[in-house]
């Protein structure tokens, strides 16, 4: 666990500097906004350590100063921007760390337009989904129960941002990961929660002879088998459309491998649970359970927890209201519920930290 849970060293006058930070953080998000968005950040960053004034700005981009300066000026309390010395008493603006990080940076930008474009409407819900166990802010978005009915439905701005925060965590330990999962044969792969069959691609390229089975909603089940066949893989790679959550699906058997990505931080406890039931009765003793999970009590740094603990709350008030970014022992206890035995983990994974569990009947 990260130390900084257990202490509070933090000085008065930092801790409400803090606290304002987060009273005003619907104003300074939109301000960042803008300054992305309008190129304001962009035109700071090709002035180079020279640094450029508001009238400079103003003139590039044809915006107001008033508009340049309060934003510029926000950037500046946020430290996405610093100043230059200067001989008159006209600011000059260079890009600061923090704006590199906001401008370059492929997590910030993932995080930061998932955020935009998913969850920032419906954000005013939460206090409403957490009463009544449901995402109510999902309505900002379509009419469905959860998101996961609608993906296929949204724009494609939305669909942009919602797969591109989506895939840029787990795919980045997939190098790491297929040595593991195929260091026994694999004849046969289940992937529960396939979505847009990038996994299994993966898995088809690493290992010649494996065949995969993606079993999935019918919407997502749709894209995978598009994204099969672009990857002239539609003759290994298979679809079974179906909700797992219904009482009377039963998974196929046949699996030396049962492999679930990101997949299972989708449901509650309960369905946890519920969903491993039904994996336990399709298998045998010698099939392999991998789990992929980035979990938040094993990241490295403080601010991986955070993102996940945040992406909690997406789930909460937009994806399906009751399933969240689980710690390790809560998620291992869920599947251990389903009849499985815990056999090892592999944790920090990848540049994102993700944990690999495996699972089996028993531990031989």
């Known amino acids: 666990m990260i130390d900084a849970y257990y202490k509070d060293e933090i000085s008065a006058v930092d801790a409400k500097f803090e606290a304002q930070k987060i009273a005003l953080s619907p104003l300074t998000f939109q301000a960042t906004r803008a300054l992305l968005e309008m190129g304001i950040l962009e035109a700071v960053n090709k002035s180079r350590k020279k640094g450029i004034t508001v009238p400079e700005i103003a003139s590039q981009l044809n915006i107001s100063e008033y508009g340049i300066a309060v934003l510029v000026e926000m950037g500046l309390g946020l430290g996405l921007l610093k100043l230059v010395p200067s001989e008159n008493e006209k600011l000059k603006f260079t890009l600061g760390k923090i704006g590199v990080y906001m401008l370059m940076d492929e997590m910030t930008q993932a995080n930061f337009n998932f955020s935009e474009d998913i969850c920032y409407l419906g954000a005013d819900k939460l206090q409403e989904s957490i009463r009544g166990g449901k995402p109510m802010g999902l309505s900002t978005l379509g009419p469905w ?107 196929p058997k046949g699996a030396d491998v049962v492999w679930m990505s990101q997949f299972l931080d989708c449901f509650s406890l309960e369905e946890i649970t519920s969903i491993l039931k039904k994996v336990f009765a399709a298998v045998d003793e010698n099939a392999d359970i991998y789990v992929l999970e980035p979990l938040w009590d094993h990241q490295r740094f403080e601010a991986a927890a955070y993102s996940l603990q945040a992406t909690s709350l997406y ?31 592999h944790h920090r994974l990848g540049p994102n930290d993700y944990s690999l569990l495996r699972f089996r009947k028993n531990n031989v």
Not at 330 to 339: Q, Y
């Open 145 to 251: 129960k959860t998101l996961y009915e609608g993906l296929s439905k949204l724009t494609e701005q939305q669909k942009k941002s919602w797969f591109g925060f989506d895939h840029f965590y787990s795919d980045q330990a997939f190098p790491e990961v297929l040595p593991i999962v195929f260091a026994n044969p694999c004849g046969r792969l289940f992937d529960i929660g396939g979505n847009t069959a990038k996994w299994a691609v993966n898995c088809c390229k690493y290992n010649k002879d494996v065949h995969v089975s993606i079993i999935d909603l019918p919407g997502q089940i749709a894209v995978a088998q598009k994204r099969a066949a672009e990857a002239g893989l539609a003759d290994r790679i298979d679809t079974i459309p179906c909700n797992v959550l219904d009482s009377s699906v039963v998974f």
């Open 315 to 345: 789930f909460t008030c937009m994806a399906n209201g009751n399933s969240k970014m689980y710690r390790f022992e809560e998620l291992k206890s869920a599947i251990e519920a389903g009849g499985f035995r815990f056999c090892d983990a």
